[in-house]
Nanobody, 125 residues
Framework: VQLQASGGGVVQAGGSLRLSCAASGRTFSSNVMGWFRQAPGKAREFVATVSRNGGTTAYADSVKGRFTVSRDNAKNTVYLQMNSLKPEDTAVYYC???????????????????WGQGTLVTVSS
């Protein structure tokens, strides 16, 4: 599986962005998908995850109520809609895919098998 994230950019605080992550291959619908982010000088952290059919989602407390993760299995794409952005949301955002059927969603970095290259989101104050 190859993942290509896009949609990052510079936005003012309070603004919105939508990230996309396009996946190659025919197994997308069987993968749990996740979004992570890494700010300068900090460890990569969990942001959001979505189950294979899109019916179950989970979020980090820091983004709950502001971010929405979704997927379109027909387009092999997962999305992260980010609203009410804050300067502390500034980071490189990565999408990730998890193989297997053991879990519906996953929050841990080590639970994912494939990673995209990241897209930079900068929120100015």
């Amino acid at each position: 599986v190859q993942l290509q994230a896009s949609g990052g950019g510079v936005v003012q605080a309070g603004g919105s962005l939508r990230l996309s992550c396009a996946a190659s291959g025919r197994t997308f619908s069987s993968n749990v998908m996740g979004w992570f982010r890494q700010a300068p000088g900090k460890a990569r952290e969990f942001v959001a995850t979505v189950s294979r059919n899109g019916g179950t989602t989970a979020y980090a407390d820091s983004v709950k109520g502001r971010f929405t993760v979704s997927r379109d299995n027909a387009k092999n794409t997962v999305y992260l809609q980010m609203n009410s952005l804050k300067p502390e949301d500034t980071a490189v955002y990565y999408c990730a895919a998890r193989r297997g059927l053991a879990r519906d969603i996953a929050r841990g970095r080590g639970e994912y098998d494939y990673w995209g290259q990241g897209t930079l989101v900068t929120v100015s104050s």
